[in-house]
């Protein structure tokens, strides 16, 4: 299963020129043909599981409603793709992907407002789900079809072993990570373990997107909206809650020594193999990893607990994809079925189903138990976090820049323990206002 592209996909790189101030690319006036067949792009490898499961979907829709859709996975170059079937005003009509595109795409005219009176079942998306698909106009762009969210794993025999309890707050959870550094939770009488394993490199933003988890918590942000639904936002890197959750978390890794060696160069894969290698004793991460850890490390050696809470909340990042509805479409009608039956608790358990070849991680249906269709306890501590705790980035245009800014940042503080953490943060602040100034969003 693939994670999230929250840190992998990119955006839309250059400004398409639209020729009609009343139309996106495709021209959203477009006659109208409620037979017309639906061309539906889903970001994903050809032939792969996503693709499989993007079909089974389509399938059970056509069934339903008798809509003829036409799939097509595409994974390289897909932004760019798009952008040349946007020039040509011949966009495809659905569009699955990744939640934070919503923003590059709405800022190229590429997407038609969703009037969700039309949408059946829209009223069952969870809120957050529903609020991730607005762009900074506060119009509905986007709908979520599928969410994960973040949670802890821990390795259930070290614990037991150190005679442990599940951490509850950040004072629990810095113990943990500290007794199995220093406590040879494996018994082979080397110093050869970490308490926590992070993925920090800057590579796409990674040390941001792993960090957001406790920044959040803590009550902190990267960048915050000065008033809801303003649509415009202002730096919140020095703000006192994060500022404090910088420094907890870098104490971590400067004083405790409980973070991974070489943290600061490492991207998922190898931070995935200290976890299953028995090298680190605790991970915050999405489900997308449980059927690799269940039979490189065994199911019975290590847990899937709530993240503990923070000094604010427990608050975790979420992630998913979502359904875009094109301009320009022949069949509007067409679309808003197809959104409608994703949503819908058919489409989603639809999503669901089978081991690999499914759409849906997380149900972003509130009537939808994910028991029902996956028994094993942990995917519903995921589906729980998601629904109680799980918050996505915002959509602003272009998240990239702030991604990345934030990323270099983290990454430098935890690299050079000597580097002082308001001073940087201050500096992160004024980068952080030139990015907002640049899209257009920053407040007065």
């Known amino acids: ?165 599940t951490p509850r707050n950040w004072d629990d959870f810095a113990a943990m990570a500290k007794a199995f550094t220093t406590r040879d939770p494996d018994g082979d009488g080397k110093n050869n373990t970490a308490g926590l394993a992070a993925p920090l490199s800057t590579k796409r933003g990674y040390a941001s997107w792993y960090f957001s988890n406790f920044l959040w918590a803590a009550g902190g942000d990267f960048i915050t909206e000065t008033g809801k639904g303003s649509g415009t936002y202002k730096p919140a890197a020095t703000t006192k809650a994060s500022v404090e959750a910088m420094q907890w978390f870098r104490d971590l890794g400067c004083k405790a020594k409980a973070i991974q060696p070489g943290a600061v160069t490492m991207d998922t894969p190898p931070t995935n193999e200290t976890f299953e290698a028995g090298r680190t004793g605790m991970f915050v991460v999405g489900p997308y990893l449980l059927p690799r850890f269940d039979e490189t490390l065994g199911k019975d050696k290590y847990e899937v607990v709530p993240m503990p809470k923070g000094p604010k909340d427990a608050t975790v990042l979420a992630e998913g994809g979502s359904v875009y509805l094109m301009a320009g479409s022949a069949n509007q009608a067409g679309q808003d079925a197809f959104a409608g039956f994703a949503v819908s608790a058919e489409g989603q358990k639809t999503g669901m189903e089978g081991e690999t070849g499914y759409t849906v991680q997380l149900p972003v249906n509130k009537t939808v138990d994910i028991t029902q269709v996956r028994p094993d306890p942990r995917w519903k501590t995921y589906a729980q976090a998601y629904q109680d705790s799980g918050r996505y980035a915002p959509s602003i245009p272009n998240w990239t820049p702030v991604r990345q800014a934030t990323a270099d940042t983290v990454n430098a503080l935890m690299a050079d323990c000597g580097l002082d953490t308001g001073a940087k943060l201050r500096e992160l602040d004024k980068q952080l206002a030139e990015i907002l100034k640049e899209q257009g969003i920053a407040a007065s």
């Open 1 to 165: 299963m693939q994670r999230s592209r929250w840190i992998g996909a990119g955006f839309l790189a250059s400004t398409l020129v639209l020729t009609s101030c009343s139309s996106g690319p495709a021209g959203v006036d477009a006659k109208q043909d409620p037979k017309a067949p639906l061309e539906l792009w889903t970001r994903t490898t050809p032939g792969g599981p996503g693709e499989q499961g993007a079909l089974k979907l389509a399938t059970a829709f056509e069934k339903k409603t008798g809509y003829k859709v036409k799939v097509t996975a595409i994974f390289d170059d897909f932004e760019t793709k798009l952008q040349q079937r946007a020039a040509q005003k011949n966009l495809p009509d659905i569009v699955m992907n990744d939640v934070t595109q919503l923003g590059a795409m709405h800022s190229q005219g590429l997407l038609r407002e969703i009037d969700l009176d039309k949408i059946k079942n829209s009223g069952q998306i969870i809120g957050q789900g529903l609020d991730s698909g607005k762009a900074v106009d506060g119009k509905q762009y986007g709908l979520p079809y599928s969410a994960q969210a973040s949670a802890l794993l821990i390795r259930k025999d070290w614990r037991q072993k150190l005679k442990l309890d």
